[in-house]
């Protein structure tokens, strides 16, 4: 059963365009997390989805960032007009169902996104 | 405020020696905590979690604490090895919530 799955694992882009992060959950899971990590702080979570639901999105800046998860396909975290500050790791994690959500997730390897 | 502390600084241990970090919180009423590893370059890794009516949690070589009145858990490694070098988080779940709260993260040096 591969784990989670990330990518790109490095992604540069330049001040104003679009940055597409893409994250595919654990077989069978239907709850991703996305979470931001700048160097020596800790995760900032983002955003919660279940498959085609925003659950919980108050780790997300209002503008410029958006997230989905599709009923087919991964879980895509998107920034427009990317700035400076954006860049960061971002992190995206599974849960399976049932349980509490967040009892046990499981982390992908992250993208490192720089913005020149 | 919510917050969450980890000791900031690096823990250097000596091999064999049994390593205790701490992480506090304030302002929350979490229904379970966490505690993850991460290597650099790698997402983090869940080693255990104990919920808010359990005092003591054991897997293997770790163990962890968590004492709602003092606001506060440790994380303990016995009979450390430089394997175990690596960073520690501290995470917390409030009731009823979704969202994963982490600390910053200590760092651990065991040395050989």
């Not at chain 1, 599709?70 to 992190?91: C, H, M, N, T």
């Not at chain 2, 900031?8 to 993850?36: D, F, R, V």
């Not at chain 2, 962890?64 to 175990?84: C, G, N, R, Y």
Request: aromatic fraction near 10%; hydrophobic fraction near 30%.
């Amino acid at each position: 059963n591969a784990g989670v799955m990330q990518n790109p694992r490095h992604l540069v882009r330049r001040r104003g365009q679009e940055a597409r992060l893409r994250c595919s959950p654990m077989k069978g899971h239907s709850h991703v997390y996305w979470y931001r990590q700048l160097p020596e702080e800790g995760l900032k979570f983002m955003v919660y989805l279940q498959k085609e639901n925003i659950i919980d999105e108050s780790g997300m800046p209002k503008e410029r960032f958006s997230a989905e998860f599709p009923k087919e396909g991964p879980s895509i975290l998107r920034i427009q007009q990317v700035v400076r500050g954006d860049s960061a790791a971002y992190f995206c994690a599974s849960s399976p169902p049932g349980g509490e959500p967040t009892d046990t997730q499981y982390f992908g390897p992250g993208t490192r996104l720089t913005v020149l | 405020s919510q917050k969450i502390e980890q000791n900031s600084e690096a823990l250097n241990i000596q091999e064999g020696k049994t390593a205790t970090l701490t992480c506090n919180y304030t302002n929350y009423s979490p229904a379970y905590l966490q505690w993850y590893r991460q290597d650099p370059g790698r997402g983090p890794v869940f080693l255990l979690l104990i919920r808010e009516n359990e005092k003591e949690k054991r897997k293997e070589r770790l163990k962890v604490t968590f004492d709602t009145t003092l606001k506060q858990s440790l994380f303990h490694i016995t009979a450390s090895q430089p394997a175990d070098s690596a960073t520690y988080l501290c995470a917390l779940v409030r009731t009823g919530g979704f969202k994963t709260i982490f600390g910053a993260g200590t760092r651990l040096f065991v040395k050989a």
